[in-house]
Nanobody, 117 residues
Framework: QVQLVESGGGLVQAGESLRLSCAAS????????MAWYRQAPGKQRELVAG???????NYEDSVKGRFTISGDNAKNTVYLQMNSLKPEDTAVYYC???????????WGQGTRVTVSS
């Protein structure tokens, strides 16, 4: 079993920054991809940003230029630097990791981000 532990959420004002962290531990075989998703009240969970073990990244259009995803393969950790936050970024942010050997996807418990206007 793989555990994902997220941290870094909180309450900020519009225009401020937050940095989320997610560390994977447990019976890891090989983490191929890690990503951040978010779910706002009444909305479906959506992909915010993803990164492969090779460093390729992708972003949801509304966060391009404001959010940066990065990873530390040795620590099985992924980060999400969120700048110029907007009220519409308010959501619970979930970390996801895909183990390519186990062919399983794992989720963290979520960390809440609230951006006030």
């Amino acid at each position: 079993q793989v555990q994902l532990v997220e941290s870094g959420g909180g309450l900020v004002q519009a225009g401020e920054s937050l940095r989320l962290s997610c560390a994977a531990s447990g019976s890891i075989s090989r983490i191929d991809n890690m990503a951040w998703y978010r779910q706002a009240p009444g909305k479906q969970r959506e992909l915010v940003a993803g990164i492969t073990s090779g460093g390729r990244t992708n972003y949801e259009d509304s966060v391009k230029g404001r959010f940066t995803i990065s990873g530390d393969n040795a620590k099985n950790t992924v980060y999400l630097q969120m700048n110029s936050l907007k009220p519409e970024d308010t959501a619970v942010y979930y970390c996801n990791a895909v183990d390519g050997v186990q062919r399983r996807s794992y989720w963290g418990q979520g960390t809440r981000v609230t951006v006030s206007s």
